[in-house]
């Protein structure tokens, strides 16, 4: 098995580090890949589950755009309902009957849903959730999760981080996930002063292990919310769609009072959503929230289509049982070559480590550089991050992948 | 002339309002419009200037979507390179190489510009400014003019409103626009304490008139920054290319650090940019920064057509001269019934107000009928918000319109 070269990604590469600060930036940064030099970097083309580098090289793609992508690239039925869109107008001077439709097609899809208002990125609504949290109660502080994730905002940041100021963390307090205890605590010594927690369905920190709910903290955190007046925030801008259609709370049985939604929404085209229980829609309605590109036609268009269609075949179902394949593959293989393989998370969203063998903890490096000899075969493999399954990724397309695993634990054992 | 009617517009508004908080929120509510039963308040098709409602009636746009189209809606060579770009691959794990392509072209074009990143809200690239002025200066304050709009985010929203919290607004300083005595007192209180200070070219606030800058003011300014080591950045979401090309502060002749593009950057697809000085790209890398929909290919192809589409007919050019011939008619029109018609800002954004006569004050009431008599005639005019020239505007529309004007102004006269 010939392994990729990558002279035009590095060329590409160094013409944009001249005039793109790191060239790449954000989640997509070349510093996040191990060995930065044999990962693909740029796209030039994408279909189903896979993607082309301009070196020409094919990839399946287990990161999905870090999520957005769920029923395959250029997805021909949200591609014709996109470009329908498009012929009658994307951003015009008001909006088209289409985010109406969309309204009520979430409002009938998700139980905890009387209402909802569109955004581009997931940081936008997470963003608005607090504010409206904080209108709702006439409270300032916000409680999230340690580590968690909830974009780039600079009070979703790690306090510290360059660029973020100790006022944009004045008002939010951070609990342990899984950590009822603690949070009850919290809420004791912050009485009447916390106006939401906000939450993923389950811990998916960057660079460690994804832990799921234990089993009844849901219930617990929602009746301590209840109890206090606190507004239950779900962030389901990563996990939206790849769990349960009617959101992932539903996956763990509790019911929040706002869920954000971004990502698989629209299969790829630039939509979040806010939505929320009928006891908050005033409070909404008297924040200010907008955007030049809010109100645009294309992307719910697209989100309509894209969730019928995952509607249609259950696509979280389909995703949960290539991921549970994927995932039994993998441990084998790593089994026979001495390795052993832990998956956390769900199987649609599988973090995935290699350790040395069955009793080793997790070496960064082994663990990355299995990633890398994975991807310069053809499998985009992230190191740091939570893989996300398809739809789109076929029997054929897990077969190779499984060589190339194989493949990839061989060279480890042998290098 | 017949005047419109709106019964299929208010049907959607009663539908929308079950689902959506408002109906629709932010800067395209119903409540800004004057009457709002009388406002076309969706789109169900859109073409050159013009764009349909589903009462069939027809609008020469004057709002432009509030700035984002700048060559017309559905301009042939933007949508050919957009749909060129979905074809390949629109939202992928990695870039497509024309950020790179696009990156170069505006570091060519705006000689303020040594580097660019890409976003997809005008919000997320002032407030990522904010971030890198405060990174690179190690200071926490950011100077902004009272009643400018820099985005919905909390720290650019009037201190108090809903959802807003004391927190947000701690590191934000407010000086009046065109007072370089007031900015430099501020200063002085604040010596070593101010990262940056962040004005859009010239004053466009809502509901009152747009001011241009003081003969000398932006050269004190700049040289006031330098000075004192604070970050000088442009908010250039509204007005840019549509003052000059190189960016608006070229037209006003002077040199920010940072600079913030959107609306028109790619006539209607969702993007963003920051661009800056060499000074800055360090700090600006060590910024972290990122959306999931940031490095999708579709909104850059479609911004690289608009921006050679634009420089190639120098459509700064064409809308200054539009909003011109605009603005001359439509003042001899209302001399000619009594009414003083009165236009502030640049020609191609004209901020329009009607008074009963020369020497009046304008009542609201008046300016706000003016516009919903034109608007129900098929100009859509916004009575709280500068309008916006395109280079799609032709002469056929501008006759229209012209007639229109002037039949308004006779209702108000019989009225």
Redesign the interface.
Not at 19 to 22: L, T, Y
Not at 40 to 45: C, D, E, H, K, N
Not at 63 to 69: E, K
Not at 281 to 296: I, Q
């Given at each position: 098995m010939k392994t990729y070269t990558f002279k035009e990604t590095n060329r590409?590469l160094q013409?944009?580090r001249r005039?793109?600060?790191?060239g790449?930036?954000?989640?997509?940064s070349p510093r996040y890949y191990v060995p930065d030099s044999d990962y693909?970097?740029?796209?030039?083309?994408?279909?189903g589950a896979r993607?082309w580098?301009?070196d020409g090289n094919e990839?399946i793609?287990y990161?999905?755009?870090?999520?957005?992508?769920a029923l395959g690239?250029?997805h021909p039925k949200v591609?014709e309902a996109?470009?329908q869109a498009?012929?009658?107008?994307?951003?015009?001077?008001?909006?088209?009957?289409v985010?109406?439709e969309l309204?009520?097609f979430?409002?009938e899809l998700v139980p905890a849903a009387?209402?909802?208002?569109f955004a581009?990125?997931?940081?936008?609504v997470t963003?608005l959730s607090?504010?409206?949290a904080?209108?709702a109660t006439g409270r300032?502080k916000i409680v999230l999760v340690e580590g968690s994730y909830h974009?780039?905002?600079?009070w979703a940041?790690r306090p510290g981080?360059?660029?973020?100021?100790?006022?944009?963390h004045?008002?939010i307090l951070y609990t342990r996930w899984n950590d009822y205890q603690g949070l009850e605590r919290l809420v004791a010594e912050h009485r009447h002063d916390i106006a939401g927690f906000l939450s993923t369905p389950y811990f998916h920190p960057t660079s460690a292990d994804s832990q799921l709910p234990g089993e009844d903290y849901w219930a617990k955190v929602e009746a301590l919310c209840r109890r206090e007046g606190i507004v239950l925030i779900i962030d389901d801008?990563r996990c939206g769609f790849r769990l349960d259609m009617r959101g992932s709370h539903e996956y763990f049985g509790f019911k929040p009072d706002l869920v954000c939604f971004?990502?698989a929404i629209a299969n790829?085209?630039?939509l979040s959503a806010l939505v929320g229980s009928d006891s908050l829609?005033?409070?909404?309605?008297?924040?200010?929230?907008?955007?030049?590109?809010?109100?645009?036609s294309v992307?719910m268009a697209a989100a309509l289509a894209t969730l019928r269609e995952l509607q249609r075949i259950d696509g979280p179902r389909v995703m949960q049982q290539i991921g549970r394949r994927l995932r039994e593959g993998m441990v084998r293989i790593a089994e026979s070559h001495g390795f052993d393989l832990r998956v956390t998370g769900v199987p649609s969203m599988p973090f995935v480590r290699v350790a040395a063998d069955k009793g080793a903890e997790v070496q960064p490096e082994l663990h990355q550089r299995w990633c890398g000899e994975c991807t310069k075969r053809g499998v985009?493999f992230a190191s740091h991050h939570n893989w996300f399954l398809s739809t789109a990724h076929t029997d054929r397309e897990l077969e190779r992948t499984l060589d190339i695993v194989d493949e990839a634990f061989r060279s480890l054992s042998s290098g």
């Open positions: 590409l013409r944009a005039v793109i600060p790191g790449i930036y954000g989640h997509m693909p970097l740029y796209a030039v083309r994408a279909e993607f580098d301009p990839f793609d990161m999905c755009a870090y999520g957005p992508m690239y250029n591609d996109a470009l498009l012929k009658s107008g994307d951003t015009v001077t008001t909006p088209s009957p985010m109406v309204a009520e979430l409002v009387d209402w909802a208002v581009k990125n997931g940081n936008d963003s607090l504010m409206v904080r209108a300032d974009g780039a905002a600079p940041q981080r360059p660029g973020t100021v100790d006022g944009d004045s008002n801008v971004s990502k790829g085209y630039p829609k005033s409070e909404c309605e008297k924040v200010f929230a907008t955007g030049s590109f809010w109100f645009s992307p985009f």
